[in-house]
């Protein structure tokens, strides 16, 4: 699919001078404090497409309209946003003259782009279940504002919004009559249609004949977001026709015109009272049901979700509802997820299960525009798809406000570069201080991503408490770490040293020590060697694996393992292996059809293989990368 290749922007909200941002069709990480200006290349995306919706948008560039958007210090006579996507020369353009395509194309792609892309920010999950404890939630404000105006109707003739925006421009009556136009009657019954439509791919089930299948939203959370040990939930939607005149408190509405009522308590009994002489458009209402499976198999209501549950909870739930409306089949050009600081109130843990969401599933249909403060989610994320992903697939970088000129103008700074390349530049500049400072970063980082929890971690044989070990100690664990995976160490064996000698001396600021250009060199040629054997990279394995093979004496066997740990890849010198330190128990040999249960327990696979090897004559040349598979192929075929 062809995805935007350019994003310019001038005189618009942070931006007071032009600026462009070469993506080249690939996918975004960009880091910025508040204010840089990362949040307004969101907004300026989501302005243009919903531009498609509306023509509201040209008045972001008015100065004289108390909507306007434009930048107050810029010198631009017309401020605006453009992009261009990939294989293409046509420029689509927003400004005070509203929407324009240069030139004009027969079939404009971007408003099926816009009934395409989605935007998701903090305040989108924020309002999602900012309800007060006396209130049931209501997510007809989310969809109304955040969903339907990037939603086709069934016959894409209007986005779902465009709709509503005609039923509450006033209620239609026929002539000078009294009575409701039919045209009107209709248009509302279409709205109510239409968003029961988008209901039911929410609320969709594999089975529908099953009575236990659950909602399409509810697998997406189950699946992807839920914790091990919390129990499964059941998320569904509500919209019903409910033929009943005055709203009830936790029911759900079509949209619909009526009468006001409101509640008055009269001698302890509650009476329903209107209080309008005239018809009026009475707001619908989505009811949000959530069901928690107890452990006899019955489900219990959780009646209001934003007492009972945490906030990592709730951000799940509504991620796990949008989430349910994406297209995972079909990609059409220029379809993005632009995603500004919505996980801002998660901790890492929770984060990164909706990031490997995204990364293992969305990322295959739709361009990730990712935006954050957070500099260590920031360099987490980064990383995690650098080790585990096509990170030629992606741009990194930060924006920063250039305080040394006024107006303050952002600045994109493209994180194009390694650290061993910095290292490169410092060293040819003779920075050797701040060489020291980033080899000892990129030692670090190295042993940690390299070494098992084993080699990481010590225990007092006293307290029998555990605590990191020192760099020191990682160092030293080194050595044996290369004999098991059968790594040459002897370009580290002089580690320690170089450590002792500078870097420990750059890592605690000690100007007065001596730097020695060879020794710099030699150390940074060692941890160079040293970046080059990764083992970051997780096989995508189930937790059930087997191998099959003809042993020596011509019986088909078959192994039938489970994982106790992720399967970690390891790579060097161009080649490819499990890596040793990978637990995991033999369950049953099937021998000739004659299975024998073992449930037995190894620190290795490779330990694992060997003991089948001498018990149950398996040749020994075999190699486990590519004889190992689960239920859905070869590991190999999963790297």
Same mark, same amino acid.
């Given at each position: 699919?062809?995805?935007?290749?350019?994003?310019?922007?001038?005189?618009?909200?942070?931006?007071?001078?032009?600026f462009e941002l070469v993506l080249?069709?690939?996918?975004?990480?960009?880091?910025?404090?508040?204010?840089?200006?990362?949040?307004?290349?969101?907004?300026?995306?989501?302005?243009?497409?919903?531009?498609?919706?509306?023509?509201?948008?040209?008045?972001?560039?008015?100065?004289?309209?108390?909507?306007?958007?434009?930048?107050?210090?810029?010198?631009?006579?017309?401020?605006?946003?453009?992009?261009?996507?990939?294989?293409?020369?046509?420029?689509?353009?927003?400004?005070?003259?509203?929407?324009?395509?240069?030139?004009?194309?027969?079939?404009?792609?971007?408003?099926?782009?816009?009934?395409?892309?989605?935007?998701?920010?903090?305040?989108?999950?924020?309002?999602?279940?900012?309800?007060?404890?006396?209130?049931?939630?209501?997510?007809?404000?989310?969809?109304?504002?955040?969903?339907?105006?990037?939603?086709?109707?069934?016959?894409?003739?209007?986005?779902?919004?465009?709709?509503?925006?005609?039923?509450?421009?006033?209620?239609?009556?026929?002539? =000078?009559? =009294?009575?409701?136009?039919?045209?009107?009657?209709?248009?509302?019954?279409?709205?109510?249609?239409?968003?029961?439509?988008?209901?039911?791919?929410?609320?969709?089930?594999?089975?529908?004949?099953?009575?236990?299948?659950?909602?399409?939203?509810?697998?997406?959370?189950?699946?992807? #977001?839920?914790?091990?040990?919390?129990?499964?939930?059941?998320?569904?939607?509500?919209?019903?026709?409910?033929?009943?005149?005055?709203?009830?408190?936790?029911?759900?509405?079509?949209?619909?015109?009526?009468?006001?009522?409101?509640?008055?308590?009269?001698?302890?009994?509650?009476?329903?009272?209107?209080?309008?002489?005239?018809?009026?458009?009475?707001?619908?209402?989505?009811?949000?049901?959530?069901?928690?499976?107890?452990?006899?198999?019955?489900?219990?209501?959780?009646?209001?979700?934003?007492?009972?549950?945490?906030?990592?909870?709730?951000?799940?739930?509504?991620?796990?509802?949008?989430?349910?409306?994406?297209?995972?089949?079909?990609?059409?050009?220029?379809?993005?997820?632009?995603?500004?600081?919505?996980?801002?109130?998660?901790?890492?843990?929770?984060?990164?299960?909706?990031?490997?969401?995204?990364?293992?599933?969305?990322?295959?249909?739709?361009?990730?525009?990712?935006?954050?403060?957070?500099?260590? #989610?920031?360099?987490?994320?980064?990383?995690?798809?650098?080790?585990?992903?096509?990170?030629?697939?992606?741009?990194?970088?930060?924006?920063?406000?250039?305080?040394?000129?006024?107006?303050?103008?952002?600045?994109?700074?493209?994180?194009?570069?390694?650290?061993?390349?910095?290292?490169?530049?410092?060293?040819?500049?003779?920075?050797?201080?701040?060489?020291?400072?980033?080899?000892?970063?990129?030692?670090?980082?190295?042993?940690?991503?390299?070494?098992?929890?084993?080699?990481?971690?010590?225990?007092?044989?006293?307290?029998?408490?555990?605590?990191?070990?020192?760099?020191?100690?990682?160092?030293?664990?080194?050595?044996?770490?290369?004999?098991?995976e059968n790594i040459d160490y002897?370009?580290?064996?002089?580690?320690?040293?170089?450590?002792?000698?500078?870097?420990?001396?750059?890592?605690?600021?000690?100007?007065?020590?001596?730097?020695?250009?060879?020794?710099?060199?030699?150390?940074?040629?060692?941890?160079?060697?040293?970046?080059?054997?990764?083992?970051?990279?997780?096989?995508?394995?189930?937790?059930?694996?087997?191998?099959?093979?003809?042993?020596?004496?011509?019986?088909?066997?078959?192994?039938?393992?489970?994982?106790r740990e992720p399967i970690k890849?390891?790579?060097?010198?161009?080649?490819?292996?499990?890596?040793?330190?990978?637990?995991?128990?033999?369950?049953?040999?099937?021998?000739?059809?004659?299975?024998?249960?073992?449930?037995?327990?190894?620190?290795?696979?490779?330990?694992?293989? #060997?003991?089948?090897?001498?018990?149950?004559?398996?040749?020994?040349?075999?190699?486990?990368?590519?004889?190992?598979?689960?239920?859905?192929?070869?590991?190999?075929?999963?790297?």
């Amino acid at each position: 699919m062809a995805a935007i290749s350019k994003i310019k922007i001038d005189g618009f909200k942070a931006f007071p001078k032009e600026f462009e941002l070469v993506l080249d069709g690939k996918n975004l990480l960009m880091y910025g404090e508040n204010g840089s200006g990362k949040s307004s290349i969101y907004y300026a995306l989501h302005a243009l497409l919903q531009s498609q919706y509306h023509d509201k948008g040209s008045i972001y560039f008015d100065k004289n309209n108390p909507e306007s958007l434009v930048n107050k210090y810029t010198t631009t006579a017309d401020p605006y946003i453009e992009i261009e996507l990939e294989g293409s020369n046509t420029k689509y353009h927003l400004s005070k003259n509203g929407y324009k395509e240069l030139p004009v194309g027969a079939i404009s792609p971007l408003r099926d782009m816009n009934a395409e892309c989605v935007f998701i920010n903090h305040k989108f999950l924020f309002n999602s279940f900012s309800f007060r404890n006396s209130q049931y939630i209501d997510l007809f404000p989310v969809f109304i504002k955040d969903m339907l105006p990037f939603t086709f109707t069934d016959d894409k003739s209007k986005y779902i919004s465009e709709l509503y925006d005609e039923v509450v421009a006033g209620i239609q009556r026929r002539g =000078r009559g =009294r009575r409701i136009d039919s045209e009107y009657d209709r248009l509302i019954k279409k709205f109510n249609q239409e968003v029961l439509r988008i209901i039911g791919k929410i609320n969709s089930k594999d089975d529908p004949r099953d009575p236990n299948a659950l909602s399409l939203a509810s697998n997406v959370y189950n699946n992807y #977001f839920r914790d091990s040990d919390d129990q499964e939930l059941s998320i569904e939607l509500n919209y019903e026709n409910n033929s009943d005149k005055i709203p009830k408190t936790n029911k759900s509405y079509w949209l619909r015109y009526g009468y006001r009522y409101q509640q008055t308590t009269i001698a302890h009994r509650v009476i329903e009272e209107r209080v309008s002489n005239k018809l009026e458009i009475l707001s619908p209402v989505i009811r949000l049901t959530i069901k928690e499976k107890k452990d006899d198999g019955t489900w219990g209501d959780i009646e209001k979700p934003q007492t009972q549950l945490n906030e990592a909870k709730l951000t799940a739930i509504i991620l796990s509802i949008r989430f349910s409306l994406l297209d995972l089949v079909a990609a059409p050009d220029g379809r993005f997820l632009a995603l500004d600081d919505m996980l801002i109130s998660l901790d890492m843990s929770n984060r990164m299960k909706v990031i490997k969401y995204l990364l293992d599933v969305v990322a295959l249909k739709y361009k990730l525009y990712v935006f954050t403060h957070d500099r260590l #989610f920031y360099h987490t994320l980064k990383r995690i798809i650098e080790t585990q992903y096509k990170s030629s697939e992606w741009l990194f970088g930060g924006i920063y406000v250039d305080d040394s000129v006024a107006p303050n103008e952002p600045n994109y700074v493209p994180d194009n570069k390694t650290k061993i390349e910095k290292i490169e530049d410092a060293y040819k500049c003779h920075d050797y201080f701040l060489c020291g400072t980033l080899l000892r970063q990129e030692c670090e980082r190295c042993l940690e991503e390299l070494l098992p929890d084993s080699y990481r971690v010590k225990e007092d044989p006293r307290t029998r408490i555990s605590s990191p070990k020192n760099l020191d100690e990682q160092i030293a664990s080194l050595e044996e770490f290369c004999r098991i995976e059968n790594i040459d160490y002897t370009p580290f064996k002089d580690l320690k040293s170089y450590k002792d000698l500078f870097l420990n001396s750059t890592a605690h600021n000690d100007i007065t020590s001596p730097f020695y250009r060879n020794e710099v060199k030699i150390c940074k040629q060692a941890i160079t060697l040293l970046t080059q054997i990764n083992r970051a990279k997780i096989i995508k394995c189930k937790q059930d694996f087997y191998f099959e093979y003809q042993s020596l004496d011509g019986k088909n066997c078959l192994v039938s393992m489970r994982r106790r740990e992720p399967i970690k890849l390891l790579e060097y010198n161009g080649q490819q292996r499990i890596s040793y330190y990978s637990k995991c128990e033999i369950r049953k040999m099937v021998v000739d059809g004659t299975n024998t249960v073992l449930n037995e327990g190894f620190n290795s696979i490779y330990q694992a293989y #060997f003991y089948v090897c001498q018990n149950y004559n398996c040749p020994s040349n075999l190699v486990l990368l590519d004889i190992l598979k689960d239920r859905d192929g070869y590991l190999k075929d999963k790297i």
